[in-house]
C-alpha cells in the first residue's frame, strides 16, 4: 500500500504533512489494481501461462486435478489462518492437529467402529476443541500465540503420535476414500474437495470483508486497545477465530486421511510452515491488520503452480523448497525494501527544502 | 511484553530492594527448572539406577543435551532482542553434511579446521538472516521460515541421496564424541564452555546488556542511541555460528549425517529458551535458564521410556511442559507486578512531599500499571 502512495510524491515538491488517506485519495481502478494482492495474482497469471505455454505436459488433464488435490488442505487451512495474523496472532499448531484429527479418524472408525461421517465429525469438534484450548489460552490468559501453538504443536502432536505410534490405520471403505478424489464432473479437472473450499471461501470472505466481525478482526490488527474502545469484542474473537482455525484444520485431518488412505501420527508434519507461507505470500502482514482473502487464494495456488511445474520438469522437491522460500522472503522484503527506497528519495528530496528532515524517517 | 518490562533484570534504577527483589524472583524461575530436572533425574533413577549410575548413563544424561543446549543457548540470544531464528535446524542440517564433506573430500584435515568451518558457515548463514531481519524491517518470524526452507533446500539439494557415514570421517574427530576428560565428556565441556561465555557476555557486557535494551522497548532502545540494527545482526550472525557449531558436534556425536538431521529440532530449541524463563517478547531471560530447559527437555524424553511410558507419548509432554512453564512465567510476573506497584504505592508516598527530585518515581509506577491494563486486557 504504503509504495504506491509514496511514489506519488514526487508530484507534490512541497514538504508534505505525514497525515495522508492512502486508500481513498486514489481512484477505484488504481486502488484495486495497485496492490499487493493484485501483484500476487498477477504473478500467479505469468507463472501459469508460462508453464502452461513451456513445460512439457503441464497443460495435460491431470496437472490441475492433482495440483488442487495437494494444495486443498494448505487452501482450506489458509482461509482461518488468514483471519488470525491479521488480528495480529498466528497459530502453528495446525499441523498437529491435522495429524491428530487424521489419527482419530482412524482410530475410531478401526477401534470404536463408528462410521466414516460419525469419526469424522468427532474429528472435526475434537479440532474445535484443541482450537478452542489454544484460543482459551491466548485470548483470556493472555499469552503470546507464538509460544502457545509452539507448546500445542508439541502437545498435539506428541498426542497423535502416542495413541497410533508408529502404526497406521489403513482400509478405508472404498467409498469414502474414493469421495475424496472424485472430480465434481467425471472427466473434468476439478475434484470434489473444491466444493466445500468453494463454500467456506464464501463464508470466509463473507466473514472477513462483509461483516462487522471482520471489520473487528482488521480493528484488532491494527490497534488492539483501540478496536477495545470501539466496542469489538477482543477477546471473544480472537477465541472463535482459534476454534474455526483448529476446526477446519480438524476437517482437512479427515480429508488428508480420505485422500491418502492412511491415518498416521505424522500425517502433514510441516503443514503449518506451508500454510503460513501462501497466507504470507498471499500479502497478508504477520503484524496484523491488513490482507485480504484474493491474495491468499493467489498465493497458495502460486505454490501449488510452481512445485507441480517444477515436478514436471523433473526437479526434486528440495529445489521446489528453494524457490518457495525465496519468493516468501522476496515478498515480505519488496514491500519494506521498496518504502525504505522511496522514502530515502523523499528524505533526499525535503533534505533540500529543510534540515531536520531525517527524523522522521527512521 | 509487559512482562519484558518488568521482569528486566537490566534496570537497576528502582532501588537496592528492587533489584534484590527482582534477582531473587528471577533466580527462582532458574531454580524451579532446575529442581524439577533434579527431581525428574532422581525419580528415573530411584526406578532405575543404571540412569545415572552406570558409566554410560551419567555419560548419556550430558552429552545428549549438549546439542540442544549450543542452540538454546543462541536461540537465547536471539530472542531476547524479541526476535527468533526458526532456520537453526536447517543451519545444523546444512554444517554436519558440510563437516563430513569435508572428511570425506580431503582426508586428514585438522579437526580444528573443520570446527572452524562449521562455525564460519553457521555464521554466514545467520548474517543472511540477520541481514534480511535487520535491513528488511521483516519479523524475524518470517525471514527465519523462508530461510528454513531455503537452507534445507540447498542441503537436501547438494546431499542428494548422498549420506555421511562415520568410515567417512577421521577417528580422531569421531572419539571426540566418546572422550571424556575428568569424567565429563567433551562435547559437553564444549557446550558449558560456549555457554560460560554466553552467560558472561550476556550478563555483564555492554553489548549482551544492549541486547536486553533492545528487547525490552526497541523504539526506546533506538531514542536512546544503541545501535539496534548492529546488535540484531551479531545476535543472529551468533545465533547461527552457534547452530554451525551444533552441527559439526552433531556429526561427532553421530557419526552419520543424512538427509533428516536437525530437522524440527528448531521448535525444541525455542521450546527449551522458554522452558527456562526466556520470554518470547523479549528482554528478559538468561542462558542458564535455557541451558536448564535444554537438559530437562532431552532428559525427560531419555526418563519417559524408563519409568513406562511409551517414547510415543514424549512429544505430548514436552508440550505439556512448555505450555505449564509459560503459564507460570505469567502467573510469576503478575505476582512480582503487584508487589511492585505495592512497593511503589508506598514509595511514591513517601518521595512525593520532598517534590523537587520527582520524575523518576512517578515514571516507575505509571509504567508497569499501563502496561499491566494492557495486558488485563488483550
Request: charged share 10%.
Amino acid at each position: 500500500m504504503s509504495a504506491p502512495t509514496l511514489s506519488d510524491a514526487p508530484t507534490s515538491r512541497e514538504p508534505r504533512s505525514e497525515r495522508t488517506y492512502p486508500a481513498y485519495s486514489r481512484p477505484l481502478w488504481r486502488r484495486a489494481l495497485l496492490t499487493r494482492e493484485f501483484a500476487v495474482v498477477a504473478l500467479l497469471g505469468v507463472v501459469y501461462l508460462y508453464s502452461f505455454n513451456e513445460v512439457p505436459a503441464f497443460d495435460g488433464p491431470l496437472t490441475l486435478y492433482y495440483l488442487f488435490l495437494d494444495i486443498a488442505p494448505i487452501l482450506l487451512i489458509a482461509m482461518p489462518m488468514t483471519m488470525v495474523i491479521i488480528t495480529g496472532e498466528i497459530d502453528l499448531s495446525v499441523a498437529s492437529v491435522v495429524g491428530l484429527s487424521s489419527v482419530l479418524t482412524g482410530v475410531l472408525h478401526q477401534d470404536a467402529g463408528l462410521s466414516i461421517p460419525v469419526a469424522a465429525l468427532v474429528a472435526v469438534l475434537v479440532g474445535g476443541l484443541c482450537g478452542a484450548f489454544n484460543g482459551f489460552l491466548v485470548a483470556y490468559v493472555g499469552l503470546p500465540s507464538l509460544a502457545v501453538t509452539i507448546g500445542t504443536l508439541a502437545l498435539y502432536r506428541g498426542i497423535a503420535v502416542g495413541l497410533l505410534g508408529t502404526t497406521a490405520v489403513t482400509g478405508f471403505p472404498d467409498r469414502w476414500t474414493d469421495l475424496a478424489k472424485q472430480r465434481i464432473v467425471e472427466g473434468s479437472s476439478w475434484p470434489m474437495i473444491l466444493v466445500p473450499f468453494l463454500l467456506l471461501l464464501l463464508f470466509t470472505t463473507w466473514l472477513l470483508h462483509f461483516s462487522t466481525f471482520g471489520r473487528g478482526v482488521y480493528e484488532i490488527g491494527l490497534n488492539d486497545e483501540a478496536a477495545h474502545f470501539t466496542g469489538v469484542n477482543v477477546e471473544l474473537t480472537k477465541f472463535w477465530l482459534f476454534v474455526f482455525a483448529g476446526a477446519v484444520a480438524g476437517f482437512a485431518g479427515v480429508y488428508y486421511t480420505l485422500r491418502y488412505g492412511s491415518a498416521r501420527g505424522d500425517n502433514a508434519t510441516g503443514l503449518e510452515l506451508q500454510v503460513i507461507a501462501a497466507v504470507l505470500l498471499g500479502g497478508v502482514s504477520i503484524f496484523g491488520g491488513r490482507g485480504a482473502l484474493h491474495g491468499v487464494v493467489a498465493g497458495a495456488v502460486l505454490i501449488g503452480v510452481i512445485s507441480s511445474a517444477m515436478r514436471l520438469e523433473n526437479q526434486t522437491v528440495n529445489l521446489i523448497n528453494i524457490v518457495i522460500g525465496v519468493l516468501l522472503v522476496l515478498s515480505v522484503t519488496s514491500t519494506s525494501f521498496l518504502a525504505w527506497a522511496s522514502g530515502l528519495a523523499a528524505g533526499r528530496r525535503r533534505a533540500r527544502s529543510t534540515d531536520r528532515s531525517r527524523t522522521s524517517s527512521g | 511484553m509487559s512482562t519484558a518490562l518488568v521482569n528486566d533484570p537490566a534496570t537497576p534504577t528502582r532501588g537496592a530492594r528492587g533489584t534484590q527483589l527482582l534477582g531473587a524472583l528471577l533466580r527462582s524461575r532458574e531454580l524451579a527448572v532446575l529442581v524439577v530436572l533434579l527431581l525428574i533425574v532422581l525419580g528415573t533413577t530411584l526406578k532405575s539406577n543404571g540412569f545415572l549410575f552406570s558409566s554410560d548413563g551419567f555419560r548419556n544424561l550430558l552429552v545428549t543435551p549438549s546439542l540442544l543446549l549450543l542452540l538454546a543457548v543462541g536461540q537465547t540470544l536471539v530472542i531476547v532482542t524479541r526476535n527468533v531464528d526458526l532456520s537453526v535446524g536447517s543451519v545444523l542440517g546444512l554444517t554436519a553434511y558440510l563437516t563430513g564433506r569435508l572428511f570425506a573430500d580431503n582426508p586428514g584435515i585438522p579437526v580444528i579446521a573443520v570446527f572452524a568451518a562449521g562455525l564460519a558457515m553457521g555464521a554466514l548463514l545467520g548474517l543472511v538472516n540477520g541481514v534480511l531481519v535487520a535491513f528488511g524491517r521483516v519479523p524475524a518470524l518470517v525471514i527465519t521460515l523462508g530461510t528454513l526452507y531455503i537452507y534445507r533446500g540447498i542441503f537436501l539439494t547438494w546431499a542428494g541421496s548422498d549420506r555421511i557415514n562415520a568410515s567417512d570421517m577421521d577417528p580422531g574427530f569421531l572419539a571426540l564424541g566418546t572422550r571424556s576428560i575428568l569424567g565429563i565428556p567433551v562435547l559437553t565441556l564444549i557446550a558449558l564452555g560456549v555457554l560460560a561465555a554466553v552467560g558472561y557476555y550476556l550478563h555483564t557486557a555492554r553489548g549482551g546488556r544492549e541486547l536486553y535494551a533492545i528487547g525490552s522497548d526497541p523504539d526506546a532502545a533506538t531514542l536512546y542511541g544503541l545501535r539496534v540494527t548492529r546488535r540484531v545482526l551479531v545476535a543472529f550472525v551468533l545465533s547461527g555460528a552457534l547452530a554451525g557449531l551444533a552441527g559439526v558436534v552433531y556429526a561427532a556425536r553421530y557419526g552419520t549425517v543424512s538427509s533428516g538431521a536437525g530437522s524440527g529440532i528448531e521448535l525444541q530449541a525455542v521450546g527449551a529458551a522458554v522452558i527456562g524463563g526466556v520470554a518470547i517478547f523479549g528482554g528478559s531471560g538468561t542462558v542458564w535458564g535455557a541451558a536448564i530447559g535444554a537438559f530437562l527437555l532431552v532428559t525427560i524424553n531419555r526418563a519417559l521410556p524408563i519409568v513406562g511410558i511409551s517414547d510415543f507419548w514424549q512429544r505430548a509432554v514436552v508440550g505439556a511442559l512448555i505450555l505449564a512453564a509459560i503459564v507460570l512465567d505469567r502467573v510469576l510476573a503478575n505476582r512480582q507486578e503487584r508487589r511492585l506497584r505495592e512497593q511503589q504505592g508506598s514509595s511514591a508516598a513517601e518521595a512525593a512531599p520532598p517534590g523537587p527530585d520527582g520524575p523518576p518515581v512517578p515514571a516507575g509506577p505509571t509504567d508497569p500499571t499501563t502496561h499491566h491494563d494492557e495486558e488485563a486486557r488483550a
